[in-house]
């Protein structure tokens, strides 16, 4: 992700993207095992607007270029 001075999300409640500030996002990780006995790794951005926990599953490399809090 190139440095911009927003990322859109996709609102699942209200079906329509919405762009939200790089300020207001944060990122996580989300650690899941398989039925293999592997952990699968997911790189999240999460941002909360209006009341609306938005979510979007993003590269490994996006998720580390981008400078915001880790939750």
């Known amino acids: 992700m190139d440095d911009m001075a927003d990322i859109p999300f996709y609102d699942v409640i209200h079906r329509q993207q919405i762009?939200?500030?790089?300020?207001?996002?944060?990122?996580?990780?989300y650690k899941q095992m398989a039925r293999n006995g592997k952990?699968?790794?997911h790189y999240?951005?999460?941002?909360?607007?209006?009341?609306?926990?938005?979510?979007?599953?993003?590269?490994?490399?996006?998720?580390?270029?981008?400078?915001?809090p880790q939750v």
């Not at 939200?20 to 996580?28: A, E, R």
């Not at 999460?46 to 998720?63: E, F, P, S, Y």
């Open 19 to 29: 762009r939200v500030p790089i300020s207001q996002i944060q990122k996580s990780v």
């Open 39 to 41: 952990v699968r790794i």
């Open 44 to 68: 999240l951005l999460t941002a909360q607007l209006n009341g609306t926990i938005l979510r979007k599953l993003v590269r490994r490399k996006d998720w580390l270029e981008l400078d915001v």
